[in-house]
């Protein structure tokens, strides 16, 4: 089995930073696609930012040029550090990846999220 956790999410201010972690952990090779998504109280999930296994980026409207998603295969880690937060961003964070198994195998796997919330 492989699982992913999420990490870095916390309460800040609006114009404050913060750095989300998802790890992988179990019966990893390596991780292909990963996504960010995120879910507001009332709304529907969207997806926040996009990596794929060519290292191709893409990112929603809302995040461009204040959200960056970035991965280290080593540690078989994705990040989605945000930068400029707006009261906007408060939403439960999810990280979502294929994930090649050590038996050549794809899963798709779905971390149990983190909260941000931004108020003063």
């Known amino acids: 089995q492989v699982h992913l956790v999420e990490s870095g999410g916390g309460l800040v201010q609006p114009g404050g930073s913060l750095t989300l972690s998802c790890v992988a952990s179990?019966?990893?090779?390596?991780?292909?696609?990963a996504d960010w998504y995120r879910q507001a109280p009332g709304k529907r999930r969207e997806l926040v930012a996009n990596?794929?296994?060519?290292?191709?980026?893409t990112y929603a409207d809302s995040v461009k040029g204040r959200f960056t998603i970035s991965r280290d295969s080593m540690k078989n880690t994705v990040y989605l550090h945000m930068n400029n937060l707006k009261t906007d961003d408060t939403a439960f964070y999810f990280c979502?990846?294929?994930?090649?198994?050590?038996?050549?195998?794809?899963?798709?796997?779905w971390g149990q999220g983190t909260q941000v919330t931004v108020s003063s």
């Open positions: 979502h990846a294929q994930i090649t198994t050590n038996q050549f195998q794809t899963s798709d796997v």
């Open positions: 990596i794929n296994v060519r290292s191709i980026i």
């Open positions: 179990g019966d990893v090779f390596a991780i292909k696609d």
